[in-house]
């Protein structure tokens, strides 16, 4: 009685099994034909099985079935997103199963690769055409200014290929333009890793992000360091240096690479501009004068270059003023008309500079005031009376008691 009650639980589970690769088989027809849905029901209810839910190739028709979904859904909405993302969790669970062997066994259909642009039926239904369909939910929302969703098929396409440049460039530069920087580096940390590939904007974008929007110098002063490695002529990477180097204001390892910087391109403004700032800073007033100065005769249109040297100028008019108000009344008399002169002289070389600067920008009503009142100091008042109505014009005619 025993075996009798033995070989019909034997017969039974025979049965089941037999009954659930009928199942799996039915799904298989279902995805083919395009019915999807019920070929979800079947695969979900075959993956309840012991055997054919242990089975890597059940999960493998999971993922397939998914795919079929996510490719004939052309809404491109987060629902799609959602059946991509779904296919892909699901073809790595298959992978995990089969051993992690893109050689043989499943591993080899999970990554076969696709051919985009061929008949769908000659298509694998592989995770390489995941990726690919992904790609092109990405261009198409990207089209239609749709930048949000363009960047979510950008990021699930590249989940599946790390080493595809071309969709983890277009997902950092999306993601950073959204203000998803933590994303944006994500993808551009993701592209310092391939072997080969020119990374240079891909750490120019990593310094900006983390200096400026991150507010992180020291994280970005590390990917300069990084980059300065594998591109150590790069003129870019040695302005960031030095910015970077100002800001966590290690002024002596700045200096000494402006030096070298100045070295190897010696009529950069940008550098000239450091390079006269650190000396100002340091009390070299005639070697700051000197770089601000040079900035200007390399690029007459040097906004900064005019700017700096004339309120260097200025500010040395009034170290001059200063001393002379310093001294005693007999050495004033002597030296007062000298000195007064003296400063003067800085007033009026300033003026160029700063009429320059107004030209290049010439709605800063802040220079403006500046030439109302060294003309006014200077006793130029048919110049002075220009300003005057130029401000009057653009700040009022109370614009004296802002």
Same mark, same amino acid.
């Given at each position: 009685?025993?075996?009798?009650?033995?070989?019909?639980?034997?017969?039974?589970?025979?049965?089941?099994?037999?009954?659930?690769?009928?199942?799996?088989?039915?799904?298989?027809?279902?995805?083919?034909?395009?019915?999807?849905?019920?070929?979800?029901?079947?695969?979900?209810?075959?993956?309840?099985?012991?055997?054919?839910?242990?089975?890597?190739?059940?999960?493998?028709?999971?993922?397939?079935?998914?795919?079929?979904?996510?490719?004939?859904?052309?809404?491109?909405?987060?629902?799609?997103?959602?059946?991509?993302?779904?296919?892909?969790?699901?073809?790595?669970?298959?992978?995990?199963?089969?051993?992690?062997?893109?050689?043989?066994?499943?591993?080899?259909?999970?990554?076969?690769?696709?051919?985009?642009?061929?008949?769908?039926?000659?298509?694998?239904?592989?995770?390489?055409?995941?990726?690919?369909?992904?790609?092109?939910?990405?261009?198409?929302?990207?089209?239609?200014?749709?930048?949000?969703?363009?960047?979510?098929?950008?990021?699930?396409?590249?989940?599946?290929?790390?080493?595809?440049?071309?969709?983890?460039?277009?997902?950092?530069?999306?993601?950073?333009?959204?203000?998803?920087?933590?994303?944006?580096?994500?993808?551009?940390?993701?592209?310092?890793?391939?072997?080969?590939?020119?990374?240079?904007?891909?750490?120019?974008?990593?310094?900006?992000?983390?200096?400026?929007?991150?507010?992180?110098?020291?994280? #970005?002063?590390?990917?300069?360091?990084? +980059?300065? *490695?594998?591109? @150590?002529? =790069?003129?870019?990477?040695? /302005?960031?240096?030095? %910015?970077?180097?100002?800001?966590?204001?290690?002024?002596?390892?700045?200096?000494?690479?402006?030096?070298?910087?100045?070295?190897?391109?010696?009529?950069?403004?940008?550098?000239?501009?450091?390079?006269?700032?650190?000396?100002?800073?340091?009390?070299?007033?005639?070697?700051?004068?000197?770089?601000?100065?040079?900035?200007?005769?390399?690029?007459?249109?040097?906004?900064?270059?005019?700017?700096?040297?004339?309120?260097?100028?200025?500010?040395?008019?009034?170290?001059?003023?200063?001393?002379?108000?310093?001294?005693?009344?007999?050495?004033?008399?002597?030296?007062?008309?000298?000195?007064?002169?003296?400063?003067?002289?800085?007033?009026?070389? #300033?003026?160029?500079?700063?009429?320059? +600067?107004? *030209?290049?920008? @010439?709605? =800063?009503?802040?220079?403006? /005031?500046?030439?109302? %009142?060294?003309?006014?100091?200077?006793?130029?008042?048919?110049?002075?009376?220009?300003?005057?109505?130029?401000?009057?014009?653009?700040?009022?005619?109370?614009?004296?008691?802002?």
């Amino acid at each position: 009685m025993k075996k009798l009650i033995l070989s019909m639980v034997l017969v039974g589970a025979t049965t089941l099994a037999f009954g659930q690769k009928k199942v799996v088989r039915s799904a298989e027809k279902n995805l083919k034909s395009g019915d999807y849905a019920t070929a979800l029901s079947e695969i979900e209810a075959a993956l309840q099985d012991p055997e054919t839910g242990s089975d890597p190739e059940t999960t493998l028709l999971k993922a397939q079935i998914y795919l079929g979904m996510f490719s004939s859904d052309s809404s491109n909405t987060m629902e799609t997103l959602e059946k991509g993302n779904s296919s892909f969790d699901t073809f790595m669970e298959a992978f995990k199963m089969g051993g992690e062997d893109k050689e043989n066994g499943v591993g080899k259909d999970i990554w076969e690769e696709d051919i985009p642009g061929a008949p769908d039926n000659l298509r694998p239904n592989s995770i390489n055409k995941l990726k690919n369909v992904s790609f092109d939910k990405a261009i198409a929302q990207y089209n239609v200014d749709d930048f949000e969703m363009a960047y979510e098929f950008f990021n699930l396409a590249g989940m599946v290929d790390p080493k595809d440049t071309t969709i983890h460039y277009n997902a950092g530069f999306l993601a950073n333009d959204l203000g998803r920087f933590e994303d944006a580096k994500k993808h551009f940390m993701t592209l310092l890793d391939v072997p080969g590939y020119n990374k240079l904007n891909a750490y120019y974008f990593l310094v900006q992000i983390l200096s400026t929007e991150q507010k992180n110098p020291e994280g #970005a002063y590390d990917i300069v360091m990084r +980059a300065k *490695e594998e591109y @150590p002529s =790069d003129k870019v990477l040695a /302005e960031y240096e030095i %910015q970077l180097l100002l800001q966590l204001n290690k002024m002596d390892e700045a200096m000494a690479q402006i030096k070298e910087a100045l070295a190897n391109d010696p009529e950069n403004t940008s550098l000239l501009l450091r390079s006269g700032y650190l000396k100002e800073q340091s009390g070299d007033i005639d070697g700051a004068l000197a770089d601000y100065k040079k900035s200007v005769e390399i690029d007459p249109n040097f906004y900064e270059g005019n700017y700096y040297t004339a309120a260097l100028l200025i500010e040395r008019a009034r170290e001059v003023l200063s001393e002379l108000n310093s001294l005693s009344d007999e050495e004033w008399e002597k030296r007062s008309q000298s000195m007064g002169e003296e400063a003067n002289g800085y007033y009026a070389d #300033a003026v160029k500079y700063f009429e320059k +600067a107004l *030209e290049i920008r @010439p709605d =800063d009503t802040g220079i403006m /005031e500046i030439l109302y %009142q060294i003309h006014t100091r200077l006793k130029n008042d048919a110049e002075a009376e220009k300003y005057n109505k130029k401000l009057i014009e653009l700040l009022g005619p109370n614009w004296m008691d802002r």
